[in-house]
């Protein structure tokens, strides 16, 4: 008799398509995941990472998500940018960044550092869209930074009514 587990990929017999979250399949006998909007995905048992097939690009699990792990700095740059505008909408504005450790060779080219010009008072952490951006401690001290690429730290933002009065006071 062969054991059932043996016969899905890594993840099971269901995954939650990174892209559309759509719960998709596992092709029985295979490493391979099938989502009828985006394609074929492969889960690689030694590196426990999801590699969709057509784009090349790569995902891991923490707790349940999926995170993509970025090889480009416009992808890293682009996802915080996203996840800025949910918060935004969410009533909530962002404080700081905090870059997974790993990305900082990929990131440093593209971050505002201080220039002789500003004053003193501003501070010299490099900053990205306007926030200043911390690094994460590394993976050994919390495991989770080796597969989540940023966190966002936020604060209650002015509600959009309060705003527009106040541009038309």
């Known amino acids: 008799m062969v054991n059932s587990a043996f016969q899905y990929p890594l993840y099971g017999p269901e995954i939650r398509c990174p892209h559309c979250r759509q719960t998709i399949s596992a092709l029985t006998l295979t490493d391979s995941y099938l989502c009828p909007r985006h394609g074929a995905f492969e889960a690689n048992p030694d590196t426990q990472e999801l590699?969709?097939?057509q784009s090349g690009r790569h995902w891991r699990q923490w707790e349940g998500e999926w995170y993509r792990?970025?090889?480009?700095?416009?992808?890293?740059?682009?996802?915080?940018?996203?996840a800025l505008d949910r918060l935004y909408t969410q009533g909530y504005r962002a404080t700081r960044v905090i870059i997974a450790e790993r990305y900082k060779d990929l990131v440093h080219a593209y971050l505002e550092h201080s220039t002789p010009w500003q004053s003193q008072s501003a501070s010299g952490a490099p900053r990205l869209y306007g926030l200043p951006v911390d690094?994460?401690?590394?993976?050994?001290?919390?495991?989770?930074?080796?597969?989540?690429?940023?966190?966002l730290e936020k604060e209650p933002g002015v509600p959009t009514q309060y705003r527009y009065l106040k541009f038309f006071e």
């Open 135 to 151: 690094f994460s401690p590394s993976s050994e001290v919390e495991p989770c930074w080796a597969i989540i690429n940023f966190d």
């Open 69 to 82: 792990q970025h090889t480009h700095p416009d992808g890293i740059r682009f996802e915080i940018h996203e």
């Open 51 to 53: 590699v969709h097939v």
